[in-house]
């Protein structure tokens, strides 16, 4: 299933009618058929409201309001709208032709349903005076027990990337029209959009350069085929480069290492400082440990440095502390390493304070495939683009990252995107409970687990994001959301991988 932007939308609409001929009123006629569906199913019994803006969102709500009235149902319209578009205006017109009702206030009644047809993906900022005070009569009809069903995109919500400034429509269901909006899988739409359905109203992709939505189908095409005449050498060999002095209160720095083993790798071997290792002996007696330096902290040498080589992959960075020395690992297996080379946590800290002026050197003479795992922050720091303006540029800031430097990227947050700088993939797997300290450590060991077994970064990175997120959402209905740990995802692993095989 793909994800379009608002731009992405615009151009496919108008290839659709120039392009196709397919006439725009047809398109719409669709739309508000596919929303009169909804609103039976949601709501089979009851009086309904259609709030309607003057654009084409508009429109799509005064066709729902005629169909479901000439189904026998109880509908009024609310618009307030003085300027409207010309497929909205014709609408609106057979609307009261055929004997609707349009107020211009809201009514003191309740309903059993408000259909939300304010503003579709045209919103610029948030909404503003009668429109929010529209959002907060529909949020307020909630409420008092009405279902709310909103039109492409939840009103006051933006279509790039999710953001809700001030007041917007909270909906109990979403009805995208044609494509998914990324919008309302990202940010404040994971918390606003409900549940989220497409109509399919015959609207054609002129190009399949657009994002990915992973679910089940998509991603259990990439999972590593395993053989009954195998061994384990036949399934890779991961190096897990972790841990500190500074960061030993808590197991979750071998929680990778274990995720590791949980995801199919052959030999997990987790690199630790010696004076950090002692903690880890008999935690997962199936990981191999080493010893990376004397003390407490990690040193860079050349020693150390070349015995990672022969790992099929390496993920490093988590709990080490950021250093100059770990700058220099990473500096030295861009170099020399050919494998798949996971950076996450301190990792990229380090490049981000000790590297960064030379980025793309670093990257330009890479040997290796690189997946860069940050969160927010981290990708901020590492880019040198605010964390606002990350958030803001929705799909687009790791991917314009990625096509830069020739990096696979996976940021971390609510949804997660993973891109190749050409390639994008949107995962919406998972739950509050990754919230907590150790997630990031255990998506990074599956990823080191797949991409062992000879999975691309890119790959391994799209089918982990996704394994961890729904091995949370197994956790959580066990332990709740609240009091479920890292662990509780690594031990729902296999359920994760059984669902992708049965």
Known sequence: MYVLTNKQMRDVDRYTIEKLGVPSLTLMERAGIALADEAERLSPTGKIVCVCGGGNNGGDGFVCARILQTRGRVVTTV???????????VNKEKWTACG????TAFPDQNFALVIDCLFGTGLRG??????????????????KGAKVLSADIPSGLCGDNGLQKGEGVRADVTVCIGEIKAGVL?????????EIKRADIGITLPEKDYAQLLDRDTVRTILPVRKRNSHKGSYGRAAIVAGSAEYTGAAYLSAAAAACL?????????FLPSDVLP????KDPEVLLKSTNDGGRYAFTQENGAELLAYDTVALGMGMGCSEDVA??????LCHYEGRLLIDADGLNSLARYKKDCLAALFGNKKCGVLLTPHVKEFS???????????????TAPCDFAAEYGVNVLLKNASSIVTDGVRIALNVTGNSGLAKGGSGDVLSGVIAGLCAQGLSAFDGGRLGAYLVGRAAELAASKQSEYAMTARDVIAELGKAFLELED
């Open 79 to 89: 618009c307030f709208a003085e300027k409207f578009s010309d497929d909205c205006l």
């Open 100 to 103: 609707g009702e349009i107020l």
């Open 126 to 143: 948030g909404l503003e005076d009668e429109t929010a005070c529209a959002a907060a009569w529909i949020n307020e009809q909630k409420t």
């Open 186 to 194: 990202m940010a404040d739409g994971l918390d606003c959009s409900g």
């Open 262 to 270: 949980r995801t199919g790798a052959g030999y997990t071997t987790l």
């Open 279 to 282: 903690y880890y002996l008999l």
């Open 328 to 333: 220099a690992l990473v500096e030295y297996l």
């Open 381 to 395: 720091r590492l880019s040198g683009v605010s964390v606002e303006e990350v958030v803001e540029r929705g799909l």
